[in-house]
């Protein structure tokens, strides 16, 4: 097995300074030759052999990166997938260099002692600068370049720019050369204005950036050399990019700095390329300049209480033209997307203030609108508030005047956004749906007070905001009458076929599954009110795959609660015969929806549910005892087995105990009294027996009754009395819906007729002997099944 500590990827540098990966390998340090040596890991060769020369500048980056340079032109890299790696052959490159391993650069270019350093910054004027002449631009250019790799050189020639004013006569220089089309000149500068910013000094940047001069910077940054045309950055800035001012702004230092900031953004971003790794250090001085003018900009308007007035009474205000909202909208957009970069305690102050001024009621007009723009970008808002404070939306929405119409609520106006989206790939829906699942999620309702939040807000959402959310979902998945003739093929319910509205409900479903998991009383009132789960299981018929896989992983949530209430309305409304056809429709094909319904099966016999597996084997074991491929549906009918005869001995032993019972009062001739209590305690048991029984029968009597029938093409029709609904039918006169488990090609799923019902029951005096009925069912426990898919 190979070491992974030595694991390296050897990169090089191109000619366009992009890193190419040359191979993966192991590396090792000859102690003899004192040289790196990579070896490929994939066939033996030889990727890299370098020897270690203790003039070379190695450096150590991100713990797990070593760069050098071993010609002009020609640099290297070492990416270790381990840290300790890395850690050691570093130990071992600065031990033949004479180095401390704590060093993070083994060479300076300018080898000098802390003394000398010193002096150098105190004399740093005494740096003489070549003129600044288009004959002596390539002479700086050069300058520059050579003193970035050495802390040392790069301060003292900062201060050599800003004590001569030598920028502003280079910017000066760029136009004259720029009119005269001097190209080489330019292509100098591009060089010379790229190695300033590389400096990463934050008053270099304070002169480059001053208003009369960060034009005259994007223009030397368009001749960049290895271009044939220059860029056209300043005609961008200065035509396509307008400023534009939703409410004027009066104060001169805000508007100036926001002008700033928009265009410094631009050269990092657009302009300057991606820095390689020698570099990625070099502009981090140039992230904070940005940083701070962003959190100066957005504390300068968050003070400015009439400015923000302003806005918002504009964003809400009838009369306010379409263009001028969707300014609005996108200014507060931005305005959030700033705040971003605040601390946290500006960032609540912040927030506090929009929630202040009236910003969620501003939502819910702008979230109301026909432009997708404004939409887009008022979700954003939406968004940001969401994540910043849900507790300050739940209360928002709880507090809001309970309308006649509950189209109007905030939420509502978010569900409704998220089921209309025009976006083929539901990327809104998507992002409103991860919100929505935010405001409801409990975890989140953690202070003191979220007791009462929880239970206030969830009966809110349930009572104003739930048939809002399933609305599509019960829309598509409406029952038709059909009538069905004998071997006619099965009718399913409506179901869609439209890519887009199944991914909808697929959106819709998932947040359903969150609530079951999370939510007990309400959702589970509210799929039982609805029959919610009857109507997502016909999406079991979907032709889409995805769709058919959520409606059962709604079902597999509901039964891991274990929960026997859920039970129970799953066996009366006989809700596993879409499960099973969608098993028996998918044939021998072993994909996702195989596995899946085997794996809702085997979770129902690993915990033993009884019920459900009684449930299963009485209606479904004739059409699933033929899949051998997996032990699953065997071990059920075991599991059924052992529970009847655990039932069968059980019964045997109250008839045992109750005649010895009775036999000993008349050979003991005990007084009357004990008789009388003895003899009332068996009929009243034998009351409760008899009464049991005679519900047995009615079940038995009402199976016959709802055995299927074979049609002539040999299927079968399913006659299930599974609702109220069937009954009412039934006994009205009125054609029941059809069921969609009838089938002309195969049988589906038919009730067992040969098997009688017996009732899973549990009698106080089995608890005797549990530890021998234990035992016997170790005997008659199946064999271990192989792993599913066997």
């Not at 090089?12 to 070896?39: I, K, Y």
């Not at 912040?350 to 979700?379: R, Y």
Request: with cysteine.
């Amino acid at each position: 097995m190979s070491d992974t500590r030595r694991r390296v990827k050897l990169y090089t540098l191109n000619e366009d300074r992009q890193w190419e990966d040359r191979g993966t390998g192991h590396v090792c340090c000859s102690d003899e030759e004192t040289s790196l040596t990579v070896t490929a890991e994939s066939d033996g060769s030889l990727l890299l052999e370098s020897k270690i020369i203790t003039s070379t500048a190695y450096q150590k980056q991100q713990d797990t990166l070593i760069v050098w340079s071993e010609a002009e032109n020609y640099d290297l890299a070492l990416s270790f997938q381990e840290k300790a790696g890395c850690d050691e052959i570093w130990e071992k490159i600065c031990q033949v260099q004479g180095k401390d391993p704590s060093v993070e650069i083994t060479q300076d270019p300018m080898d000098e002692s802390e003394e000398e350093r010193l002096e150098d910054l105190e004399s740093a004027h005494v740096l003489d600068l070549p003129a600044c002449e288009p004959e002596h631009l390539e002479e700086i250019a050069e300058l520059v370049t050579s003193v970035l790799s050495s802390p040392v050189r790069r301060e003292k020639l900062a201060l050599a720019l800003l004590s001569s004013g030598f920028i502003r006569k280079l910017l000066l220089l760029f136009r004259s050369c720029e009119d005269s089309h001097h190209r080489q000149a330019l292509h100098h500068l591009y060089e010379i204005v790229r190695g300033v910013l590389f400096l990463n000094k934050a008053s270099l940047f304070e002169v480059l950036f001053s208003d009369d001069c960060i034009m005259d910077v994007v223009g030397c940054l368009e001749y960049e050399p290895a271009l044939a045309q220059p860029r056209r950055h300043r005609e961008f800035l200065t035509h396509t990019a307008r400023f534009r001012e939703v409410i004027p702004i009066t104060d001169s230092e805000l508007r100036q700095k926001i002008h700033q900031t928009y265009r410094v953004q631009y050269i990092q971003d657009i302009i300057l390329p991606t820095p390689s790794v020698f570099e990625e250090n070099f502009l981090s001085t140039l992230s904070s300049f940005i940083f701070f003018n962003k959190v100066e900009i957005v504390s300068m308007l968050q003070e400015d209480e009439k400015f923000l007035t302003e806005v918002f009474a504009q964003l809400t205000d009838e009369a306010t033209e379409d263009d001028k909202r969707r300014e609005l909208v996108n200014f507060f957009k931005e305005f959030c997307a700033f705040s971003q970069t605040l601390q946290p305690q500006n960032r609540d102050a912040f927030f506090k203030t929009l929630a202040n001024l009236g910003i969620l009621p501003a939502l819910e007009i702008v979230l109301g609108m026909d432009d997708v723009q404004v939409k887009a970008a008022a979700t954003d808002i939406f968004s940001y508030l969401v994540e910043f404070s849900p507790s300050m939306v739940r209360e928002f929405v709880m507090q809001e005047p309970q309308q006649a119409d509950d189209d109007v609520l905030l939420i509502n106006v978010v569900i409704k956004q998220m089921i209309c989206d025009s976006d083929p790939e539901l990327g809104g829906a998507v992002q409103l749906m991860g919100l929505l699942r935010t405001l409801i999620d409990p975890e989140n309702m953690l202070a003191p007070a979220s007791k009462a939040e929880k239970s206030e807000f969830l009966s809110f959402f349930y009572k104003y905001c739930m048939h809002v959310l399933t609305a599509p979902l019960l829309a598509n998945t409406s029952e038709e009458d059909h009538d069905l003739t004998e071997g006619s093929a099965r009718v399913n319910p409506v179901c869609p076929d439209n890519f887009q509205t199944a991914q909808l409900l697929a959106l819709i479903l998932e947040l359903l599954t969150f609530c079951v998991e999370h939510h007990t009383y309400h959702i589970k009132n509210y799929i039982m009110t609805k029959d919610l789960l009857r109507r997502v299981l016909t999406l079991m018929n979907s032709k889409h795959t995805f769709l058919a896989l959520c409606a059962l992983r709604f079902l597999r949530r509901i039964i891991g609660l274990k929960d026997e209430y859920y039970n129970r309305y799953i066996m009366k409304g006989n809700l596993f015969e879409p499960v099973v056809n969608a098993l028996l429709d998918n044939g021998t094909r072993y994909n996702l929806l195989n596995s899946a319904v085997v794996e809702l099966f085997e979770f129902i016999r690993v915990e033993d549910i009884r019920s459900l597996i009684a449930h299963i084997v009485d209606h479904f074991y004739p059409a699933l005892e033929s899949i051998e491929y997996v032990q699953t549906f065997k071990g059920l009918k075991g599991r059924y087995e052992q529970e009847k005869e655990r039932q069968s001995r059980g019964l045997s032993r109250y008839r045992r105990d109750a005649r010895s019972e009775e036999d000993e009062d008349m050979w003991l001739n005990e007084e009357e009294e004990e008789e009388d209590v003895s003899d009332t305690g068996f009929d009243k048991s034998k009351s409760d027996y008899g009464k049991f029984m005679e519900s047995e029968k009615a079940k038995e009597s009402q199976d016959k009754e709802n055995q299927p029938k074979r049609s002539t093409t040999g299927g079968f029709k399913f006659t299930f009395a599974h609702s109220a609904a069937a009954n009412a039918n039934a006994s009205n006169g009125s054609k029941p819906p059809p069921s969609s488990s009838s089938s002309g090609s195969r049988p589906a799923a038919p009730p067992a007729a040969h098997t009688p019902r017996t009732g899973l029951v549990d009698y106080p005096d089995d608890e005797d002997d549990e530890e021998e009925e234990e035992e016997e069912e170790e005997e008659l426990a199946p064999r271990k099944r192989p792993r599913l898919g066997s």
